[in-house]
Antibody, heavy 120, light 106 residues
Framework: EVQLVESGGGLVQPGGSLRLSCAAS????????MHWVRQATGKGLEWVSA???????YYPGSVKGRFTISRENAKNSLYLQMNSLRAGDTAVYYC??????????????WGQGTLVTVSS | SYVLTQPPSVSVAPGKTARITCGGN??????VHWYQQKPGQAPVLVIY???DRPSGIPERFSGSNSGNTATLTISRVEAGDEADYYC?????????FGGGTKLTVL
């Protein structure tokens, strides 16, 4: 059974940093691209970052230069280092498995999410 | 940047057919994926590559994509289908979601 479990969320002050983790199990982690998707309370989904099987990262303009995605295949783990956090980054952050960025594939499995709150 | 437009809400009576649209410039040339999200839960993939259904998703869920509009169709709607639905595509190596549609079962 595919499982994705996020951790590392919490309360952080504006300008601060936080590192999210996602522990994967039930599939060959190294064979899949992985993603972070966030959702502010009462709002829609927003794609935050992706990392390919070769470790190649992808970001939207809203987080580029502030967020860094990485993976550690030996530990079946995905990470998101978030710096220079803003109030607008407050959201539930989901880890999701992808079926191929080059193939424009979907996110077929999602974790339950971890809440990040940026506030003074 | 690429924009996907969904109606904020759609209402349908039980047993009827619900159609949720996702508009985008020449979206027919892209692969569209659909997700269902119930309150307090993570999204679930219900349609991928325009019209394919993951295992475990009822045949009542179907999709189409042509021109400037992709459509998620839910036949014989049930109370349990009440949820938010999001369309998603890839554009220039960036993931793009529609704003979401709240499906209300009357």
């Amino acid at each position: 059974e595919v499982q994705l479990v996020e951790s590392g969320g919490g309360l952080v002050q504006p300008g601060g940093s936080l590192r999210l983790s996602c522990a994967a199990s039930g599939f060959t982690f190294s064979s899949y691209d992985m993603h972070w998707v966030r959702q502010a309370t009462g709002k829609g989904l927003e794609w935050v970052s992706a990392i390919g099987t070769a470790g190649d990262p992808y970001y939207p303009g809203s987080v580029k230069g502030r967020f860094t995605i990485s993976r550690e295949n030996a530990k079946n783990s995905l990470y998101l280092q978030m710096n220079s956090l803003r109030a607008g980054d407050t959201a539930v952050y989901y880890c999701a498995r992808g079926l191929g960025i080059a193939a424009a594939g979907p996110f077929d499995y999602w974790g339950q999410g971890t809440l990040v709150t940026v506030s003074s | 940047s690429y924009v996907l437009t969904q109606p904020p809400s759609v209402s349908v009576a039980p047993g009827k057919t619900a159609r949720i649209t996702c508009g985008g410039n020449n979206i027919g040339s892209k692969s569209v994926h659909w997700y269902q999200q119930k309150p307090g839960q993570a999204p679930v993939l219900v349609i991928y590559y325009d019209s394919d259904r993951p295992s475990g998703i009822p045949e009542r869920f179907s999709g189409s994509n042509s021109g400037n509009t992709a459509t998620l169709t839910i036949s014989r709607v049930e109370a349990g289908d009440e949820a938010d639905y999001y369309c998603q595509v890839w554009d220039s190596s960036s993931g793009v979601f529609g704003g979401g549609t709240k499906l209300t079962v009357l």
